[in-house]
């Protein structure tokens, strides 16, 4: 079974980046859409950022902020994020549907990594 492999997370100051990455765990999958998710204790899990093909979308919350971009020879999507604010953390999570051999698999969800900013 595939799953999703995050890595990129931590603590960061207001104001600093990260760059987190999403990959499949089995290279047999490749990577068709991309979700990043976000979630905060308490709160509704919320739509960050979505790659489709070359087309990309952000929250409002993070338009010129976030950029998502998928590396094919990689088989990796990231989360460049820049000028962080403490409202950003959250964990951070990656969502996508696959392909194998023609075949889609959609839904598949990664384990989650902590973004904290904070001074």
């Known amino acids: 079974q595939v799953q999703l492999i995050e890595s990129g997370g931590g603590l960061v100051q207001p104001g600093g980046s990260l760059r987190p990455s999403c990959t499949p765990s089995?290279?047999?999958?490749?990577?068709?859409?991309m979700n990043w998710y976000r979630q905060v204790p308490g709160k509704q899990r919320e739509l960050v950022a979505h790659?489709?093909?070359?087309?990309?979308n952000y929250a409002d919350s993070v338009k010129g902020r976030f950029t998502i971009s998928k590396d094919d020879a990689n088989n990796t999507v990231y989360l460049e994020m820049n000028s962080l604010k403490s409202e950003d953390t959250a964990v951070y999570y990656c969502?996508?549907?696959?392909?194998?051999?023609?075949?889609?698999?959609?839904?598949?969800w990664g384990q989650g990594t902590q973004v904290t900013v904070s001074s």
């Open positions: 089995r290279s047999i999958y490749t990577i068709n859409t």
């Open positions: 969502n996508a549907d696959l392909n194998l051999a023609g075949m889609t698999i959609r839904g598949v």
């Open positions: 790659i489709i093909g070359g087309s990309t």
